[in-house]
């Protein structure tokens, strides 16, 4: 198999954290909570129905970088076959042009819901149904891409603000690990978001993407390379083994130890500086961190990772 040329990368990496603003008062601790601690960025995950509850994370990002001028907000990832992609285009569009270009649009395929059913191929197809692959997000972005970005976001306010509203839009980075998904990164998209995946993993990735953007006469000018990573520091490994696998497994409603183990990024704040490193050395170039514990102690934890592992890396 063939290399691809590398593709051109961040040179600095940054860091982000997965949020919630559940109401006014919560937005501005957290962009405030941002700020203070030093993280370059604010992220939104986004279901339609899962175990646990989970706000639109357009509007909350809104909300969180309205009380602050200088980080990035991004979704992590938002869920675009679910939706037609003509409103959900005039939405980020609109957004990105709000922000001043502080939006990062991430988008995936996600689960089962909004009828949009993941059925096996030996099962017939009830009327109306639809799959997951069938609707999406090449589709989805190939349609954004040929919309008139002026006709999505009108605008007043002379060629300045016409300007801004017509031009590339927010970055979009996908999700996914699939040869399909990562050979559509190289075709369509800006970056590429992980989830679930090892360092070695995200290598080969990152080498398909190449490939990818190779084949077809892509070059970017750089390619956004994120990874939400899960976290849980203690400075006894099993103690936050547990507490991960206690969370994730009422996430996702599964046991996710074994996951757990293989993936996040657990243990004394050494430790955890050492996967992340090796992330970074993989090509990753933000993480966004979800702290997978008890939710009130998560601020906690993203206390301990400004002061204990950033200023190991």
Known sequence: MTTAAPLPLDERVGFGFMAIAPDVTGARHTAEFAETHGFDSVWTGDHMAFPVPILDPLLQLELIAAFNERITVGTAVYLLPLRHPTPVAKQVATLDRILGGRFVFGVGVGGVSAGVRRLRRSRPRARGAARRGDRGPEEALDRQDRLPRRALLP??????????????????????RSEAALTRIGRLADGWISYVVTPERYRQGLETIARSAERHGRRPERLGTGHLLFAWIDDDYDRALDAAT????????MDFRKAARRYAALGPPADVATRIAQFRDAGVRHFVLDMTGPFQEREAQLERFATEVKPLL
């Open 155 to 176: 605008v007043s306010g002379g060629a300045d603000a016409a300007d801004a509203a017509s031009g590339g839009g927010p970055p979009i980075w996908c999700g996914g």
């Open 246 to 253: 206690e969370h994730l497994s009422m996430r996702y409603a």
